[in-house]
Each structure stands twice: as C-alpha cells, then as structure tokens.
C-alpha cells in the first residue's frame, strides 16, 4: 500500500505486505530527515534518518528514500507487521539562517493501519 | 527506564490557572526540546536549549509560555494564565550534540504531558 503525502493521511495494509508512506517537504536547503513512529498515547520514536548527501538509507526492514529534485521523502516497510500500526511523521532540519540550525519541522503525519 | 521522562502524563486545569510541566532528559543529552502537538498534527518545536542556554524560541512561544534549565538537566515549562487554546499534549525531546559535523542529530522524545484547559 502507499500514501500520498496531505491527501490520503491513512493508509490500511494487509499484514506482510510492503508499505511506503510518502512525505513532501518545503524548504529545498533542508539537509537532515528523520522518519519517526507515534503510537496513541505514546511520544514519536525515531526510526531512520537521511542526510541530503544520500539518496537511499536502509535499516532493520525499513528504507528511506530521499529525492531532493522533487522535495519527496519517502519510508518504506517490508513485510509490514500489526505491531508497525501507528502514525508515521517525516521531520526536516532546516539549516541555520536566523536559527540555530536545530529546529525540526514536522509533517501532519500518516496513520497506518496493518490488517491481521 | 534511562528514557526521558515528563511530568505529570495529565493535566487538567480551568482557564486563567498556571501550569508547569517538566522534563527530565536522558542524563547524557545536553540538548533539549520542547513541542507541542495537537490532535493529527505533527509536534511544533516551541524551544531548544543547549545545556543551561535556552538558544531558540519559537513565535508560538507567547509571553505567557516559559521555559527554563537552570542547571542544563531538567527543564520546566510554564504556562501563566491558561487559554482554552492551550489546550494539547506538551512533548519534551533531547539529543547530543554531534561529534562530527554532519553527524546524527536524533532527538528521543519523552510521552508527554496532556493538557486540558478547561
């Protein structure tokens, strides 16, 4: 299944299959992405990060894919499980201009849904 | 648990009352975070302190809001004159700084403090 950024925020699976949730971001000199999972109740837990010197990342039945051109992140699990059900926020670092450099924005975020 | 942790998870309040939440990092992370989250919207950064120096403050950071770290370990934020529109779950993060330009950055978040202002 897959998502496509702000107009389809869930996305419903069957379990096993692969997923792929999409994020558009804004700022074309952001340099540093994180894709982070949010269960109800809980606070966001890191799961991969990319820096724009890379286009592809992979970790523990995740990659991330980056394409700059485009501004479009994207996140995808293989052989989706329930427990991968939660809501999935790609966050943006932007560099410093008047800031630090050390702020994270943070898309609406998609809800996945894995179905036994 | 090593984790960051907030306090309290709850809070409810009526409107005009002060609150203070805090947040105690992972012992090792000089850097702290704090956000704010509504229902299906992504967190949005408030401030960022490195160790006791609170570098960056958000617009969303009224003058009723404020954040301190006194000793660069545990945080507190408080809100004076509590609004209906304050309404939302507060998440503290924290991180190290890299060692390395170009080095991870990753910020652990704690569960947050759900505040109802009623």
């Known amino acids: 299944g897959e998502s496509v950024g702000l107009h389809l925020p869930t996305l419903s699976v069957q379990e096993g299959d692969n997923s792929i949730i999409n994020c558009a971001y804004s700022?074309?000199?952001?340099?540093?992405f994180i894709w982070y999972k949010q269960e109800s109740g809980k606070g966001p837990q890191f799961i991969i990060d990319i820096r724009s010197n890379m286009d592809k990342r992979q970790g523990q039945r995740v990659t991330v894919l980056l394409n700059k051109t485009v501004k479009h992140l994207s996140l995808q699990i293989a052989a989706t499980q329930p427990g991968d059900s939660a809501v999935y926020f790609c966050?943006?670092?932007?560099?410093?201009?008047?800031?630090?450099?050390?702020?994270?924005?943070f898309g609406t975020g998609t809800s996945l849904t894995v179905i036994p | 648990d090593t984790g960051v942790s907030q306090n309290p998870r709850h809070k409810i309040t009526k409107r005009g009352q002060n609150v203070t939440f805090r947040c105690d990092p992972i012992?090792?992370?000089?850097?702290l975070y704090w956000y704010r989250q509504t229902l299906g919207q992504g967190p949005e950064f408030l401030t960022y302190?490195?160790?006791?120096?609170?570098?960056?403050k958000s617009r969303l950071l009224s003058d009723r809001f404020s954040a301190e770290r006194p000793k660069g370990s545990f945080s507190t934020l408080e809100i004076q004159r509590t609004e209906q529109g304050d309404s939302a779950m507060y998440l503290c993060?924290?991180?190290?700084?890299?060692?390395?330009?170009?080095?991870?950055?990753?910020?652990?978040f704690g569960a947050g403090t759900r505040l109802s202002v009623l």
């Open positions: 012992s090792e992370h000089n850097r």
């Open positions: 993060a924290s991180s190290s700084e890299p060692r390395l330009a170009g080095g991870q950055d990753i910020q652990y």
């Open positions: 966050a943006e670092n932007r560099p410093a201009i008047t800031n630090t450099g050390n702020q994270f924005y």
């Open positions: 302190f490195q160790n006791e120096a609170q570098l960056e």
């Open positions: 700022n074309s000199a952001s340099d540093y």
